[in-house]
């Protein structure tokens, strides 16, 4: 098994192992002089949910996105269903505007559990012909596997008939770095994704894109240091998760603005804390005051 190691670095830098691992995203790229004429170029980050497994290694062989020439990011969203192979429905089987493109990456296996608590990787970057991005297409290999603790591990099995899954991408999830240079954010939630069935660990990838430049945040600190909480924020439609480090921080990326609460989940003997009616805009991290658990 090829394990893509990630190598995790404090939010003021980033660290090259195989691929970037960032804490701060205000260091992406800006507009690329070498991007040719008529191309664009696309950059797809992956961030994950947390979730109570120990480890959890996800085998990844391609990454495609479906595009369509005949348009421009900036042009609205329309209403065709698009299918996982190229066309939309009602559309001329001729028309060979819509097509997928593969991106370069690294194939290997992953282990999602290292891009908690705000961190990210970037997991594939390419030039296509200029348009509008539609879909993204992940292709997984059979090497997926779960740990339910250190040393536990069982097979993790892709649900359904294909080895792939497709993101729907929207207009506003993209970000324009420049006028042919974007980048789009996959946060890959775990705690959705994974099922046991009848003896057999399944995954099901639920996976969202989000504009990491205009969508919310939510950070904090959680005292005492090594208290292993779980940070819940929710409201009437939605509802994130994070994992504190060992000294208490935490990050929640890709929120949706409006008013939430936030429940901070004791172990250890600690007891559950609630605050309320935190406010939360876009395009701006919100910070929830520190919350000091009690035994």
Not at 238 to 244: L, M, N, R, S
Not at 281 to 290: L, M, R, S
Request: aromatic share 10%; with cysteine.
């Amino acid at each position: 098994m090829k394990t893509i190691a990630l190598r995790l670095t404090a939010c003021c830098g980033a660290a090259i192992l195989l691929l970037f691992i960032s804490c701060n995203k205000n260091n992406s790229a800006g507009s690329n002089s070498n991007i040719p004429a008529g191309k664009s170029q696309v950059s797809i980050y992956m961030m994950d949910g947390p979730t109570t497994y120990a480890k959890v290694l996800i085998d990844i062989r391609q990454v495609a996105v479906l595009i369509d020439t005949s348009a421009t990011q900036s042009d609205p969203d329309d209403d065709r269903e698009w299918d996982d192979n190229w066309c939309g429905r009602g559309r001329d089987q001729s028309d060979k505007s819509v097509f997928w493109d593969t991106l370069a990456i690294t194939p290997g296996v992953y282990d999602l559990l290292q891009l908690r608590n705000g961190v990210d990787t970037l997991l594939g970057s390419g030039v296509y012909p200029s348009g509008k991005i539609l879909k993204v297409r992940i292709t997984l290999g059979s090497d997926n596997s779960v740990y339910t603790d250190s040393v536990t591990n069982y097979p993790l099995v892709v649900f359904g008939p294909n080895p792939y899954f497709t993101i729907n991408v929207r207009r506003e999830d993209v970000f324009g770095v420049s006028n042919n240079n974007f980048q789009l954010w996959l946060d890959f939630n775990l705690e959705r994704s994974i099922f046991f069935w009848s003896g057999t660990f399944y995954l099901k990838p639920y996976v969202i894109a989000f504009n990491d430049h205009t969508s919310a945040r939510i950070s904090g600190l959680v005292l005492p240091p090594g208290a292993s909480p779980l940070v819940e924020a929710f409201n009437s439609t939605d509802t994130i998760f994070a994992v504190p480090g060992w000294e208490g921080n935490y990050l929640i990326r890709g929120v949706s603005a409006g008013t939430y609460s936030v429940t901070v989940f004791g172990h250890h003997g600690y007891n559950d804390t609630t605050i309320n009616n935190i406010v939360v805009n876009a395009g701006e991290t919100t910070k929830v005051p520190t919350i000091t658990l009690h035994q």
